[in-house]
């Protein structure tokens, strides 16, 4: 079992606001929309990678594994894990599959199972973090940042 390290996202420090929220616009017409966050090296096939993250809202969410080499993937969290209220946290473990990069990370309302002008979700900052291995850590910025 490998332990994280240092967090591979860039700019989950949210520029020293309290928390990034998301509310999907009435105007989705897909019913999706949400935050990027680019990771400061492109990881390999093979790799296991961890995330994790405090989200409360209204929304059924997607993570999607932003990939070249192939089609991206997806991690779908249900509206009954979050609340409203209280930051729930969220741990996602991945394996990059064979021939394929990972660039970055797209957290979003679920396509097709929410709703515009009610969905939204907030994470809490200094809590997002993606790192290398199996088991999550506190957070820390990437050291780009």
Do not use: H
């Not at 989950?12 to 949400?34: H, M, R, V």
């Not at 409203?84 to 064979?98: D, G, H, M, V, W």
């Not at 979700?121 to 290398?132: G, P």
């Amino acid at each position: 079992m490998q332990v994280g390290g240092r967090n591979l996202l860039l700019n989950t420090s949210f520029d020293g606001e309290i928390s990034k929220i998301y509310n999907l616009p009435l105007s989705a017409t897909s019913g999706e929309g949400g935050l990027t966050f680019p990771l400061s090296k492109a990881l390999v096939a093979g790799t296991e990678v961890a995330i994790q993250f405090q989200v409360r809202g209204l929304a059924n969410l997607n993570i999607y594994w932003i990939m070249t080499g192939g089609n991206n993937a997806q991690t779908v969290i249900s509206k009954s894990q979050i609340s409203a209220t209280n930051f729930s946290t969220i741990t996602q473990r991945y394996t990059i599959p064979e021939g394929r990069t990972l660039n970055s990370v797209f957290i979003c309302t679920a396509y097709g199972n929410s709703t515009p002008g009610t969905d939204w979700f907030e994470i809490k900052t200094q809590t997002l973090k993606l790192e290398v291995g199996q088991v999550s850590t506190d957070w820390t910025p990437a050291p780009e940042d």
